[in-house]
């Protein structure tokens, strides 16, 4: 059987980090990673700097960099297009000496599996439970192969499995909307360089940003559209453009014109689901990681930011304690109520976002114009400037 210092199951944005993290600090580590194509899913993704300064220190942060779009401003509108308020995000940028970026995640996922090297990835190994033998954990997998490891790390994201076995009674929670998301060319960039739009209508919230280069060159916008709605909904085959459309008909340039000329196969929808904070993340040498633990709503955008900040946390806990139990457990004190924190600002900055009342909606338009961007700054600080490693 074969046999690892660390296994970590899920090879998204978290498990990656996680497993160069570990390398890097010198231990043994094996991914396992459920499906083979998974390293061009998904659409733009948003890195803070406290993601960058993690990335930094894993060595990555200029790579990175040089994929993503600098984003230094919001704007954000009405859908009549009337400007409702600014938010300087380059402020905290300077502050931190790090940039806040938009870049495809396949194109960030490229990144860490060249970084990890293909020795001790596996793809197409999907984990269906493990048990604990001796001082160890045995994982097994629907292939019928298994894998024994000192430590488990169940990084495999919303509907975990190892979570799963950990707290049976945990269950995910539907955050009331649904996303849709789209990358297009362009060959003229519709909004100024540097700016992210944010434009709110009823019942729904549009952005639009700038995203780096695709590979022949071409700019490229990265769009989403979150809408209150029930749980489960899905669009009819080729139907996600119009479902879109359906939402934003009448908002101004360029919402339309992006969505029309996005190609029906690039544009995603998903469900917005987030977990309540779990009692704990782990047992013995298992423990959990970024969405596994702590899926939140993606209001502040920090999901896979967090993960990643999970990933430096828990590599340093593992070095510095041969008791690898204790490592762990200390990783998860460290870990718990900051993303609880994070997770909590997101689901109270999408409070106010997706009312579908023109009553409210006014008084919170109304709300908007007049604070001060040094208000949202202040809220937004914590979050980004947070010493994680500390
Ligand atoms: C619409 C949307 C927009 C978002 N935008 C942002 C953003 O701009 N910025 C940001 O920071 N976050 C964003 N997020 C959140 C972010 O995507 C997640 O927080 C992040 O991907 C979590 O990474 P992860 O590695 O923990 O989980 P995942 O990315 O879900 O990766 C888990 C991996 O585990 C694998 N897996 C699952 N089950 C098994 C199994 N049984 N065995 C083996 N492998 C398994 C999966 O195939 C997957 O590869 C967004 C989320 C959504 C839905």
């Known amino acids: 059987?074969?046999?690892?210092?660390?296994?970590?199951?899920?090879?998204?944005?978290?498990?990656?980090c996680a497993a160069i993290a570990l390398r890097q600090a010198g231990l043994d580590v094996a991914v396992y990673e459920r499906t083979a194509a998974w390293r061009h899913a998904g659409a733009g993704l948003s890195l803070w700097p406290n993601a960058m300064r993690a990335l930094e220190a894993l060595g990555l942060?200029?790579?990175?960099a040089a994929l993503g779009a600098p984003w230094r401003q919001t704007v954000i509108h009405?859908?009549?297009?009337?400007?409702?308020s600014r938010l300087p995000v380059e402020?905290?940028?300077?502050?931190l000496g790090q940039p806040t970026l938009v870049l495809h995640r396949a194109e960030l996922m490229r990144v860490l599996l060249e970084a990890l090297g293909p020795d001790g990835v596996f793809p197409g190994a999907a984990c269906t439970g493990f048990h604990r033998e001796g001082d160890?954990?045995?994982?097994?997998f629907a292939d019928g192969r298994q894998v024994r490891g000192q430590c488990l790390i169940g990084a495999d994201g919303l509907h975990s499995v190892v979570r799963q076995?950990?707290?049976?009674?945990?269950?995910?929670?539907?955050?009331?909307?649904t996303s849709w998301r789209g990358i297009v060319d362009v060959t003229s960039t519709p909004i100024p360089e540097?700016?992210?739009?944010?434009?709110?209508?009823?019942?729904?919230?549009?952005?639009?940003?700038?995203?780096?280069?695709?590979?022949?060159?071409s700019k490229r916008m990265y769009w989403f559209l979150l809408t209150a709605a029930p749980e489960g909904g899905c669009d009819p085959e080729g139907g996600h453009k119009e479902a879109v459309l359906s939402h934003v008909r009448g908002w101004m340039a360029p919402v339309e014109s992006l969505v029309h000329a996005t190609p029906e196969a690039e544009i995603l929808r998903t469900d917005i689901h987030y977990l309540a904070p779990l009692p704990s993340w782990g047992d013995g040498p298992v423990s959990l990681l970024g969405d596994a633990a702590h899926a939140m709503v993606t209001d502040m955008a920090q999901g896979a930011c967090q993960a990643i900040e999970d990933a430096l946390v828990?590599?340093?806990?593992?070095?510095?304690d041969t008791d690898k139990v204790r490592a762990l457990r200390a990783y998860e004190s460290r870990r718990r109520p900051r993303t609880a924190h994070v997770a909590e600002l997101s689901l109270r900055a999408g409070a106010l976002r997706y009312l579908r009342n023109p009553l409210g909606r006014w008084g919170r338009d109304l709300l908007m114009r007049a604070l001060p961007p040094a208000v949202a700054l202040n809220q937004l600080r914590p979050v980004v400037a947070h010493d994680f490693m500390g």
Request: proline letters at 4%; a positive charge; one cysteine or more.
């Open 194 to 217: 540097g700016e992210q739009f944010e434009i709110y209508g009823p019942g729904a919230r549009f952005g639009i940003c700038h995203i780096g280069p695709g590979a022949s060159g």
């Open 314 to 320: 828990l590599a340093r806990r593992l070095r510095e």
């Open 136 to 140: 160890g954990v045995r994982i097994d």
């Open 1 to 16: 059987m074969e046999s690892h210092g660390v296994v970590i199951v899920g090879g998204g944005i978290g498990g990656l």
């Open 78 to 84: 009405r859908w009549d297009g009337k400007v409702l």
């Open 165 to 177: 076995q950990l707290f049976p009674d945990v269950r995910v929670r539907y955050g009331g909307r």
């Open 61 to 64: 942060a200029g790579e990175v």
């Open 91 to 95: 402020v905290l940028c300077r502050e």
